[in-house]
């Protein structure tokens, strides 16, 4: 049985192939384009998919679609008639293109993939939830999903037992988790639907002075974690943008233009944005747990890439246990409605065993060693290239002496995070590495947070954290034996000024309020990440990298090994591992920007 999971046409599309109920393959059409979030038919995605289960179109059973556009269509026109004749103006330019391609779905699909068979469509938080839940390590589990809207829900709870998900309580547009956030993403000038990971890296930075006006004037928040926002100061039912005036003017500031210089008061609402982002995750989690009186939780939905606050539901203890789906956001719809096909239409069998069927995320492009030599001597590239026993050390000894690794091996993950597949690794008890890898490999912001990626056996003598996190999906506080005592001045800056004071025995990991996003690596999921942190732990006594993803700012992860060179040799990483090859950039010629090694790039 081989069912195809699509999802397309808002933001990061995505395909995902599941034969016999087993996950084959996954992966976001934004790496086979390089037009980050690439919102078109993911057609590259389908074919990789296809190729991996070793099938053609004709092959398949059944097609599947995210969610349901003509659900989705009637929300529209409602919303854009209760409100008219405001919003004229989105809606002249955004009913053209429904009535041309979005309804029209069913019909583009078969078109696109020259496919006869039958296509099916799930409602967007019934695919979010289904990737939640069918994939966890959970025989029955809570649910709950969260993100700007999918038709009509913006958050769901639900419970899931063996193969199948009732759907117990729905909260409605315009009242949204995720269009609150990215409301205030848009007003402190950074880009909706990407720039919200910089808005909670920011808010340690500030302290929470808004929290009242938001809850006082903003949205009328609930006990049970429903809560209603007050459209006198959205724009985003019928304007072109997120918020407006009467919004800055109860904040007491204009909103932020892009690119121009934070202030504490940027720091300081994006603390108060955080703080009730969280105090709603935790009781909708209280909420959902007094209705199953379940033990564990699984999350999905773009919210649930909030990992501070993933991380606080987890400390709280409302649940024994806690699984986010590693593609959390609309990627991982193409997942859930696969796998809800299989388990809740045709009623298949599911059981556990203890782990989840995600197989690490690493569900993307892999490539073989032999592609990769041919490419390397084809362009005359210098190499050296070592058995997997040396490899290992080699890697370790680099990171050992300060170098920048770029680390391209094995499949692609699936989702946002890099995970040791495309991931930039470096030595995380460097207290200048972390403004290294912002200013010189990423091009980003200086006061972006990395990521620690720690043996799994390891992660509770350095972070307080009880549980595994393979999908650094959940934030922790560095443990307080591994800390740095501040000096009475240091107590006394606030702010970006923190941003330069080492805070732990691993400070380029260590955000300013002591925390970090976690990535517990698993030697059974990825055995040659799990050796080079190994290697390193043997010569450091520190089982812990910083790791961020293989990318520059503004594009995708890389997917091929001509994409991470082209990276390696635009930045200023030093050193480039593509599988058993290890380049140094010392050896490298300048790139050189011909039409033919652009083509090259673009085509694979």
């Not at 599941?18 to 995605?45: L, Y």
């Not at 117990?168 to 720039?195: C, D, I, R």
């Not at 939905?301 to 246990?321: P, S």
Request: hydrophobic residues 40%; contains cysteine; proline residues 5%.
């Amino acid at each position: 049985m081989n069912i195809l999971g699509i999802s397309a046409f808002y933001h990061d599309s995505a395909a995902c192939l599941v034969q016999d109920g087993k996950i084959i393959a996954a992966a976001q059409e934004e790496r086979f384009t390089r037009k980050k979030q690439d919102a078109s038919f993911p057609i590259n995605a389908v074919e990789f998919c296809l190729k991996q289960g070793g099938i053609k179109t004709s092959d398949l059973d059944y097609v599947g679609f995210y969610d349901k556009p003509f659900i989705k269509f009637e929300r529209i026109l409602e919303t854009y008639l209760g409100i008219a004749p405001n919003g004229l103006r989105q809606y002249l330019s955004a009913i053209p293109i429904w009535l041309k391609d979005k309804i029209w779905t069913r019909a583009n699909i078969r078109r696109d993939l020259d496919y006869r068979g039958p296509v099916l469509f799930a409602e967007h938080h019934e695919s979010h939830a289904s990737s939640a839940f069918f994939p966890s390590p959970f025989q029955e589990a809570a649910i709950l999903t969260m993100d700007g809207v999918g038709e009509w829900a913006t958050s769901s709870i639900a419970s899931g037992k063996d193969n199948k998900i009732a759907l117990l309580q729905e909260l409605h547009f315009p009242h949204s988790l995720g269009l609150l956030y990215s409301a205030f993403t848009y007003y402190l000038g950074f880009k909706v639907n990407s720039g919200e990971y910089k808005v909670m890296g920011l808010a340690p930075y500030g302290e929470p002075k808004y929290t009242d006006i938001i809850l006082d004037r903003l949205i009328d928040l609930k006990e049970d974690g429903s809560f209603r926002m007050n459209m006198e100061y959205f724009d985003y039912l019928g304007g072109m943008t997120m918020t407006n005036e009467k919004f800055a003017k109860v904040l007491g500031h204009p909103a932020r233009k892009a690119e121009t210089q934070l202030t504490q008061k940027e720091m300081d609402i994006a603390a108060s944005l955080q703080a009730v982002t969280e105090e709603i995750m935790l009781k909708m989690a209280r909420h959902i747990h007094g209705l199953t009186g379940m033990k564990n939780l699984c999350l999905a939905g773009g919210v649930a890439l909030n990992c501070v606050g993933n991380g606080k539901i987890l400390r709280e203890k409302i649940f024994d246990n806690v699984w986010v789906q590693p593609a959390a956001g609309d990627a991982g719809g193409a997942l859930g409605v696969a796998l809800s096909i299989w388990h809740q239409m045709l009623g298949n069998e599911r059981t556990t065993n203890g782990k989840d069927s995600m197989r690490g995320s690493y569900l993307g492009p892999k490539f073989e060693e032999e592609d990769i030599r041919e490419f390397l001597d084809r362009q005359d590239i210098p190499y050296k290239h070592y058995d997997d026993s040396e490899l290992a050390p080699a890697v370790a000894k680099e990171l050992q002496s300060g170098k920048v690794v770029g680390l391209f091996q094995g499949a692609m993950e699936f989702g946002p995070r890099a995970l040791g597949g495309r991931s930039i690794i470096g030595d995380a008890r460097n207290p200048k590495m972390q403004s290294t890898m912002n200013l010189k490999i990423k091009y980003r912001e200086s006061f972006r947070p990395f990521a620690p990626a720690v043996l799994a056996e390891k992660v509770q003598e350095w972070f307080d954290i009880d549980s595994e996190s393979p999908y650094m999906l959940l934030v922790a506080g560095v443990r307080e034996d591994k800390r740095l005592p501040m000096t009475e001045e240091q107590k006394e800056l606030f702010g970006i000024d923190l941003l330069n004071i080492p805070r732990s025995q691993i400070p380029a990991i260590t955000h300013v309020d002591y925390s970090a996003r976690i990535q517990t690596v698993h030697a059974e999921t990825n055995p040659r990440f799990y050796a080079v942190i190994q290697e390193f732990e043997k010569a450091t006594q520190c089982p812990v990298l910083i790791n961020t993803s293989f990318n520059v700012r503004g594009e995708p992860i890389v997917c091929t090994p001509e994409q991470a060179f082209r990276c390696f040799m635009r930045t200023e990483m030093d050193t480039l591992v593509l599988e058993n090859f290890v380049l140094d950039k010392k050896d490298q010629q300048p790139l050189e920007e011909d039409s033919n090694w652009q083509e090259e790039f673009e085509l694979d």
